[in-house]
């Protein structure tokens, strides 16, 4: 009798099998809740002058609603008309809410907020953000010391996850920002000027977590041939997307997003086939499409940043901090992958990961653009 050997599996086909299985994880939540809209920043402005202090906030519309546990009717309002008739319904369900997530305490003493005005919707990144202000009764301690706590729309929701509150203040001309997470939900306002390393960490994250950058720039490594051409080629991408996104940042310029985050999408498909090509790009065709997609990621990182205001410097310091979190972990990312991209690519089973590789990072940017093409025609 003859027993037939079974075909053992090789390093190729267990790379690719894993790369199946990467493929699959990064389709199954490919939702806008892994991509650019993964969580939702709130927005905060803290104004004092003299013995007033005021807060105004900017919060998603459909996610506050959501939050305050309010019915469909409420939350699936798109038309501003409505949407202002729904916050009016709902007032009190939302400042409860509102209240019990947002505060300011002045000399270590909660201060105790009214509305001060009615509703009002903006659109930030073509989405709508309920507006809201309140007024805030510190008790005859307003000219203390003031500090902020936000903990809007927690993981424990369950709809959205590691949501940021962006704090911009005045206090009698002072001016500052900070970002407050779960994991420091308290700021003191005061004469400090804007945290670097807040913002630092706000960029390093975004591109850490914003899985679209990432696929982006795998991309470009998986294509690359030498140090010499990832170097050129991530520098190009860096000064394109810079450019964009201080621009985007001080509101000189403004895509919708869209018309953005498509596109993006469609950067990580091209990027893909390039790499997938036998012969290396040519470097006077690959810089210019290099530079032309970072210029659309550029908006990107602006939009997810959200900051909305004239021109400071206090502002410019602040896009700094976060463009300069976004270089590191990029250098990062490169200084990590290229060096075992160039050991894979050594051994035999190099050429038929790397197209495994591209195939399934194309296969997911091409996903995401029709994902988010139908997003935006629906």
């Known amino acids: 009798m003859i027993v037939a050997k079974p075909r053992r599996r090789g390093p190729v086909f267990r790379a690719a099998a ?6 699959g994880s990064l389709l199954l939540p490919a939702a806008p809740a892994w991509g650019h809209d993964s969580t939702s920043d709130a927005y905060a402005v803290v104004e004092r002058d003299g013995a007033r202090v005021t807060a105004e906030l900017e919060l998603e ?3 506050l609603m959501k939050s305050a546990w309010l019915y469909a009717e409420a939350y699936d309002a798109t038309e501003r008309d409505e949407q202002l008739r729904q916050l009016d319904l709902n007032t009190d369900a939302v400042d409860r809410y509102v209240a019990e997530r947002f505060a300011l305490d002045a000399e270590g003493e909660r201060c105790t907020p009214e509305r001060d005005g009615g509703w009002d919707i903006r659109n930030r ?3 709508a953000f309920a507006v809201v202000r ?3 009764d510190c008790d005859g301690r307003e000219s203390g010391a003031l500090a902020a706590s936000s903990v809007l729309f927690p993981d424990v929701e369950g709809f959205v996850h590691s949501t940021e509150t962006i704090v911009e203040w005045d206090l009698d001309g002072v001016t500052g920002s900070g970002v407050l997470v779960a994991a420091s939900p308290t700021i003191e306002l005061g004469e400090q000027g804007p945290a670097f390393g807040e913002f630092f960490l706000l960029g ?4 850490l977590f914003g899985l679209d950058h990432v696929l982006f720039l795998v991309a470009i490594l998986l294509g690359s041939r030498s140090l010499r051409g990832i170097v050129m080629t991530a520098t190009t991408f860096t000064v394109a997307h810079s450019v964009t996104f201080l621009l985007a940042g001080m509101g000189l310029v403004e895509l919708p997003a869209v018309i953005v985050e498509p596109v993006i999408a469609l950067s990580i498909v091209a990027a893909a086939v390039a790499a997938l090509s036998r012969r290396e790009v040519s470097s ?3 810089m210019p499409v290099v530079f032309a997609f970072g210029l659309l990621h550029g908006l990107g990182f602006a939009s997810a940043l959200g900051i909305d205001e004239d021109w400071s410097w206090g502002l410019l310091w602040s896009l ?3 463009n300069v979190g976004i270089e590191v972990v990029q250098l990062a990312i490169i200084a990590v992958a290229f060096p075992l991209l160039v050991l894979l690519r050594r051994t ?3 050429r038929p990961t790397t197209l495994v590789a591209g195939v399934a990072v194309g296969a997911v940017g091409l996903f995401w653009f029709v994902e988010r093409l139908i997003a935006s025609t629906g």
């Open 284 to 286: 006077r065709l690959r």
């Open 125 to 127: 990144n073509d989405r």
């Open 204 to 207: 390093a994250e975004h591109l």
């Open 348 to 350: 035999a089973a190099g």
């Open 61 to 63: 519309y459909d996610l």
């Open 18 to 23: 894993a790369l199946v299985v990467v493929l």
């Open 134 to 136: 309140y007024a805030y």
């Open 320 to 322: 700094l901090a976060f």
